[in-house]
């Protein structure tokens, strides 16, 4: 069972039709139980970081007990950006610190938010990367994550600076593109995750 964290920070119907198209019935729900009992986890995120951890207060230590347990976990967009220790959006708000390191806003220059499609570079092999190579992706987003240990960054993309696109450590995957909003090559991503229940 995919579960889908219903958090109040969400656009679930676009992860959950991404899920569906991929031949997967997955729920969306915000009962803790299902959420520990899941056999993969997903949390998508739109909006602020300190709205989204402040919805995710009573998740908090499920998420993290069910990541220490070694199940598969997707972050999408905020979802990843929350899984980082802290932000510049909301200073005095720590973030869930899977990952080491800060989300920053974009620099002066550059248009914001970053919406649109943006090539990945792929730095390094993972399982959810099969079968994908230098595609296109959909991005909308106004800050960016900058990771303490940069292993963790497999693949970028090119926004007048090198964005981190997709993050991994163990079980972890993050996206900050929407795979669900991504054409081909992002069900291909989601396929990918769901192989992994395997």
Not at 10 to 39: E, M, W
Not at 86 to 93: A, L
Not at 171 to 193: C, D, M, R, W, Y
Request: with cysteine.
């Amino acid at each position: 069972m995919i579960c889908i964290i219903d958090y109040g920070s969400g656009n679930l119907r676009s992860i959950y039709n991404g899920f569906r198209k991929v031949g997967q019935n997955p729920i969306v729900t915000d009962d803790i139980s299902k959420i520990k009992n899941a056999d993969a986890l997903v949390l998508p995120g739109v909006g602020a970081f300190g709205s989204a951890m402040n919805n995710l207060t009573n998740y908090k230590s499920v998420i993290l007990d069910y990541i220490d347990d070694d199940k598969p976990f997707l972050g999408i967009c905020l979802g990843l950006q929350v899984l980082l220790s802290k932000s510049d959006e909301s200073p005095n708000c720590g973030g869930l610190d899977i990952f080491s390191g800060n989300v920053f806003r974009f620099p002066r220059g550059l248009k914001i938010p970053h919406m649109g499609w943006n090539q990945l570079k792929i730095s390094s092999n993972c399982s959810i990367l099969e079968g994908i190579n230098d595609e296109y992706f959909y991005f909308v987003h106004s800050y960016y994550a900058s990771l303490d240990d940069e292993s963790v960054v497999i693949a970028t993309t090119d926004y007048g600076l090198d964005v981190p696109a997709i993050l991994n450590k163990g079980n972890v995957f993050a996206t900050q593109f929407h795979p669900e909003k991504s054409g081909t090559g992002g069900l291909k991503i989601l396929s990918n995750f769901v192989d992994l229940l395997d």
